[in-house]
């Protein structure tokens, strides 16, 4: 019971450091694309990444955390394919409208479903399915606006969806096949990515802002919005990893619409950006869907928990019963929650 409990807490805490490491980044990135003018969100990613390695190697000197090695194929695999699906994620909003990329960041969560349901045979109940429907809708009407399809931007969007699905179920998965700690893999993978974001960034940038990156003019504010920006990366990068490995890929999508809501409640209130009732409703229906998807998923979470005690306590009929029996249990408690399934952000949320 007690490490069920501190699960929950570790979980909660998690949920609420991506949640606040998230919004202070966009608010600070906002400051410096609308303010400052640096728009090169591609480079400025990999920049926080390198951040976040050399952060993560001073703990690790500190030992703060063990370095755990592992299938080194894997990690690289997945970390060049973590920065393959972030540079495709600002080609598909540098061609498309913000309203169809809207829609991109939509697609994520029930492509999340249907690869878990088909390559990782995960039950999502009735209920938890309702509730994602509900919380789409609500993103939906606060976020999209005008829906602009070409050739391109659509082939490019479903390169991100895809890509950034598989990213993500690869970070839960992988934590759980070898073992390791959010930070651990973070670590190793921190590299793969900064260096292929380091290298296609310029380029990218180059190509969807007509400007160059080392032209750009670097004054003193900017150079402190940048310093700012990738020393509270740190924190993004570190929860993001955290929140999958302790709950799930579709878990943090629905995370992830919650910090879409809250940006646009923040820019409101404390930026002054536009605001309409539409956003005020699709806000208010986002909240009510991920109030029943969290609810749904503790239900959910305590009946198994409850199916694996009672299987665990059965009494002894044969000397072969009670293997099976813990054998059942156990399996049930490696399984997790079956409702257990993560947006990027956007360009102007700065995804680090």
């Given at each position: 019971?007690?490490?069920?409990?501190?699960?929950?807490?570790?979980?909660?805490?998690?949920?609420?450091?991506?949640?606040?490491?998230?919004?202070?980044?966009?608010?600070?990135?906002?400051?410096?694309?609308?303010?400052?003018?640096?728009?090169?969100?591609?480079?400025?990613?990999?920049?926080?990444?390198?951040?976040?390695?050399?952060?993560?190697?001073?703990?690790?000197?500190?030992?703060?955390?063990?370095?755990?090695?592992?299938?080194?194929?894997?990690?690289?695999?997945?970390?060049?394919?973590?920065?393959?699906?972030?540079?495709?994620?600002?080609?598909?909003?540098?061609?498309?409208?913000?309203?169809?990329?809207?829609?991109?960041?939509?697609?994520?969560?029930?492509?999340?479903?249907?690869?878990?349901?088909?390559f990782f045979r995960k039950l999502f109940s009735r209920s938890v399915q309702f509730s994602l429907v509900i919380?789409?809708?609500?993103?939906?009407?606060?976020?999209?606006?005008?829906?602009?399809?070409?050739?391109?931007?659509s082939v490019l969007s479903l390169l991100a969806v895809l890509t950034t699905c598989v990213a993500q179920i690869?970070?839960?998965?992988?934590?759980?096949?070898?073992?390791?700690?959010?930070?651990?893999?973070?670590?190793?993978?921190?590299?793969?990515?900064?260096?292929?974001?380091?290298?296609?960034?310029?380029?990218?940038?180059?190509?969807?802002?007509?400007?160059?990156?080392?032209?750009?003019?670097?004054?003193?504010?900017?150079?402190?919005?940048?310093?700012?920006?990738?020393?509270?990366?740190?924190?993004?990068?570190?929860?993001?990893?955290?929140?999958?490995?302790?709950?799930?890929?579709?878990?943090?999508?629905?995370?992830?619409?919650?910090?879409?809501?809250?940006?646009?409640?923040?820019?409101?209130?404390?930026?002054?950006?536009?605001?309409?009732?539409?956003?005020?409703?699709?806000?208010?229906?986002?909240?009510?869907?991920?109030?029943l998807y969290s609810y749904y998923c503790t239900v959910e979470s305590q009946q198994k928990a409850n199916e694996?005690?009672?299987?665990?306590?059965?009494?002894?009929?044969?000397?072969?019963?009670?293997?099976?029996?813990?054998?059942?249990?156990?399996?049930?408690?490696?399984?997790?929650?079956?409702?257990?399934?993560?947006?990027?952000?956007?360009?102007?949320?700065?995804?680090?």
């Amino acid at each position: 019971m007690s490490e069920n409990k501190g699960f929950q807490l570790g979980t909660i805490g998690a949920l609420s450091l991506s949640v606040v490491s998230s919004v202070s980044i966009v608010i600070c990135n906002k400051a410096l694309i609308s303010t400052l003018g640096f728009t090169f969100a591609t480079t400025l990613t990999s920049w926080h990444l390198l951040v976040t390695f050399c952060s993560l190697h001073v703990a690790l000197w500190m030992k703060l955390f063990e370095h755990k090695p592992f299938d080194a194929r894997a990690v690289m695999g997945f970390g060049i394919l973590n920065g393959i699906s972030i540079g495709l994620l600002n080609l598909s909003l540098g061609f498309n409208s913000v309203g169809f990329y809207q829609m991109t960041k939509l697609a994520i969560i029930p492509c999340t479903v249907l690869l878990e349901t088909l390559f990782f045979r995960k039950l999502f109940s009735r209920s938890v399915q309702f509730s994602l429907v509900i919380l789409l809708i609500g993103v939906g009407i606060a976020t999209v606006t005008d829906l602009q399809l070409n050739a391109l931007g659509s082939v490019l969007s479903l390169l991100a969806v895809l890509t950034t699905c598989v990213a993500q179920i690869m970070t839960n998965t992988i934590q759980k096949k070898f073992k390791v700690s959010s930070t651990q893999l973070l670590y190793q993978s921190c590299p793969y990515q900064a260096i292929t974001l380091f290298v296609t960034g310029p380029f990218l940038d180059g190509m969807l802002t007509n400007k160059n990156v080392f032209a750009f003019k670097y004054t003193p504010q900017v150079l402190f919005f940048i310093v700012l920006s990738c020393l509270i990366s740190v924190s993004v990068n570190f929860s993001t990893f955290l929140v999958i490995g302790k709950t799930s890929p579709v878990t943090y999508q629905v995370l992830g619409h919650l910090k879409t809501c809250l940006v646009l409640a923040f820019g409101y209130v404390l930026l002054h950006d536009p605001f309409s009732w539409r956003n005020i409703l699709g806000i208010l229906i986002a909240i009510v869907g991920m109030v029943l998807y969290s609810y749904y998923c503790t239900v959910e979470s305590q009946q198994k928990a409850n199916e694996a005690s009672a299987q665990l306590t059965q009494p002894k009929e044969s000397e072969t019963d009670p293997l099976i029996g813990v054998e059942n249990g156990s399996a049930i408690l490696n399984d997790g929650v079956v409702t257990k399934g993560p947006v990027w952000n956007s360009n102007k949320d700065l995804h680090a």
